[in-house]
């Protein structure tokens, strides 16, 4: 299936692109939104892992038995001339590509690698992983998104008349939920509906709410009992054919998100609306171990790799919301914007689509 759209008409013949998708939706937008970014030729290769992956892939490296090769996307020649990717279960199958290429495939990974960095021609990378400084590391702002100006047009115009009889300003509040040390419990939901009211009602405003896959149920319950305002909400379900989200991104004066979801605060980020970022952490400054919802399999198990784990697969997203801040793209919700705010536009994926050109300048491959 083609996905890097539609082929040029130059003389110059375009590299053909692999792109390398899994079971996570976050890895497999970046992965698209870059390859829509290049324009050029390619195809979406589907990986299905098998639940022995992690062991396999560590010991062997360069290999496809972590994968279901009947299940998966078929790998054969010809081979790409780059491979895009993202998530550590698809970095043995990109390794085995560039060597049936004879090492000529082009590898390109999004995030951060598990394998020795120098295994890659480019990394795409954002503070968050805490990479180093070299030739072949981008370190971008934020993550990489496939949202356009002319996907939201053609998203929002439904939900024009819906939102209508809401105050403005509305401010669109994206509840993430948990993820690595962050457990989303009921007095967490309480704190973000109490600050969330408030800051809609001291501007006689309203509010847009919706969740997310990763929200409790719990969590959800109690953030809604502390709403007063006029009120939107939508809880997410799979499948769901009605949900607001992209609807919200056009018709939210403002955005409250909760600080563990990348994904939600880079494409609030892209409206450079003013955002309110939550603190999913734990704030009564007692030690982590004096709660016992950080004692659940999720959490301890993140602490522990980290704390096992070798120091370069360490992860802070700390690190990119304050950054956020520092560059005045956000505030901690609680907290006032300057009266001078307007955040520069992000540049990100601009700057990954041109070093992405820029390995085949050598060869005389570019897009000219």
Known sequence: MTTASSHSTTSQKQPDIWLLLGHKAGDN??????????????????????????????????????????????????WPDIVITSGRRNEPVARWIRKQSG????????????????????????AQYQLPDRPNILHNELPLHGITPEYLTDTAQPWTERFAHLPQPRIAVLIGGDSGPFVFTPDKGKHLGCLANRLAAARSGSLLVTTSARTPPGMFRAFMQEIEVPTYSFQWQPGATDNPYHGYLVHADAFIVTGESMS??????????????????????????????????????????????????????????????ETGRAVWLGDEFRSDHQPAPAADLERAAVRVRKLFEVRGRGEG
């Open 29 to 78: 937008t970046q992965v698209l939104a870059l390859a829509r970014a290049l324009d050029w030729p390619g195809e979406s290769k589907h990986m299905v892992y098998r639940p022995w992956e992690l062991v396999i892939n560590r010991l062997l490296g360069t290999t496809l038995c972590g994968i279901n090769r009947t299940q998966s996307s078929p790998l054969s020649p010809p």
């Open 103 to 126: 090492n000529t495939t082009k590898l390109v990974h999004i995030g951060r690698p598990w394998a020795p960095l120098d295994r890659f021609d480019l990394i795409v990378t954002t």
């Open 264 to 325: 939600m605060l880079t494409e609030a980020c892209y409206t450079r609306k003013p955002l309110y970022i939550f603190n999913p952490g734990d704030v009564d400054k007692k030690p982590w171990w004096r709660h016992l919802h950080n004692f659940r399999y999720k959490p301890l198990s993140h602490r522990l790799g980290m704390w096992l784990g070798p120091a370069r697969m360490a992860r802070d997203v700390g690190r990119i919301q304050q950054q956020l801040i």
